[in-house]
């Protein structure tokens, strides 16, 4: 986040390169840098003859260098910018002669989703040296409730914690989509305000009830009767709560307990360090961890991996998915 701040501060001040080129597992970044440069590089009545989009499955890269080896029309510059790229991804190093002695009044901007090009060949270090290369990664999902407190705290909002974990675990790790929600939220919530779990169930429809976080929660305090209405309205509504989802949810939560077993120091700074999770949940591991031994918690990973075999059809074709996560719980929790 600090370098796309970094790129976005320097064309603000002029120091534009000839080259961006922005690749990557997370398009979110990647999107976010193009559109920048796509609003603000040139005026809106020069954009007309000297702004275009190229899409790489359309294009070779001849056709990108003869574009960009084009002067402007009564404007310093023009922007070029290549959507899709990675469609070029077998001939993307025939780009390196022209990223040699790029042309001085081009912007260029290369959005290469999905893949990265070999740092050890010539266009990379042509690049890196001539332009920015901008790697954009994807986020672990115990860095997302992070990245949503960040993103809202730069628009004036902050985020109750329950609220940003119902986020991630309803939305899994697509910034894209997570901040598609945001935005519905921005325009409904005042800025300056706290977001909370009321206001992400009325206005995203994630129930503030019936979700992973909460029968995590619940089986970790050993509440039998709230993960059982939970589990029921799963069952109910299997669409909405795939089993691979909540079994994946579960897996990584007492594999964390299983880690906090083994720590010596167990205070909530460093559980919240070496967990990598928000010390604000630190009680739920030091709950669980009480209410169920390492050996227990050992037993019910194996649980877990056995439960996601059959959610896979292994050993129990015909066995809906409510009943795996029935039968489960009921082993867990017994």
């Known amino acids: 986040m600090d370098e796309v701040k970094q790129i976005v501060t320097d064309i603000k ?20 840098i193009s559109e920048f440069i796509d609003k603000n590089v040139l005026a809106e009545e020069e954009k007309g003859f000297n702004q275009m989009v190229l899409y790489g499955r359309d294009v070779t890269i001849d056709d990108i260098v003869a574009n960009a080896k084009r002067f402007p029309m009564m404007a310093e ?9 990675q469609d070029l991804s077998r001939t993307i190093e025939k780009l390196a002669d022209y990223a040699e002695n790029p042309q001085p009044s081009t912007v260029l901007v290369l959005c290469y989703k999905y893949k990265k090009i070999d740092k050890r060949k010539k266009l990379y270090k042509i690049v890196a040296k001539n332009g920015v290369i901008f790697e954009s990664k994807k986020l672990y999902e115990n860095q997302v409730a992070d ?21 991630v675990e309803f939305l899994g790790t697509d910034l894209s989509k997570i901040n598609n929600e945001l935005e519905k939220l921005k325009l409904i919530i005042p800025s300056g305000s706290q977001i909370t779990a009321d206001q992400i169930e009325e206005n995203i429809g994630i ?15 050993r509440n ?15 669409k909405d709560n795939p089993l691979v989802v909540t079994i994946s949810l579960l897996y990584s939560f007492f594999s964390q307990v299983l880690q906090y077993h083994g720590l010596s120091d167990k205070s909530q700074r460093n559980v ?8 604000y949940f630190v009680k739920d ?13 050992s037993r019910i990973i194996t649980l877990l991996r056995d439960a996601d075999v059959k959610s896979k059809g292994v050993g129990a074709v015909s066995l809906p998915q409510g009943d795996i996560l029935k039968e489960l719980l009921v082993k867990i929790m017994g």
């Not at 510059?77 to 790229?85: C, S, T």
């Not at 129930?207 to 305090?221: H, M, P, Y």
């Open 77 to 85: 510059r023009q922007v070029v910018i290549v959507k899709e790229a």
């Open 285 to 297: 591991y030091t709950e669980a961890a009480h209410n169920y031994p390492m050996k227990k918690v």
């Open 272 to 279: 919240a360090g070496v967990l990598k999770i928000n010390p």
């Open 207 to 221: 129930s503030k009830e019936f979700n992973n976080f909460e029968l995590r929660k619940a089986i970790g305090t």
């Open 147 to 167: 990245w949503i407190r960040r993103v809202l705290g730069g628009a004036k909002y902050n985020i109750d914690p329950k609220a940003a974990q119902m986020l």
């Open 224 to 238: 039998v009767t709230k993960a059982h209405r939970i589990i029921n309205y799963f069952a109910q509504n299997p």
């Open 13 to 32: 001040n002029g120091n534009i390169k000839p080259i961006y080129f922005l690749m990557g597992d997370e398009p979110y970044y990647i999107d976010r």
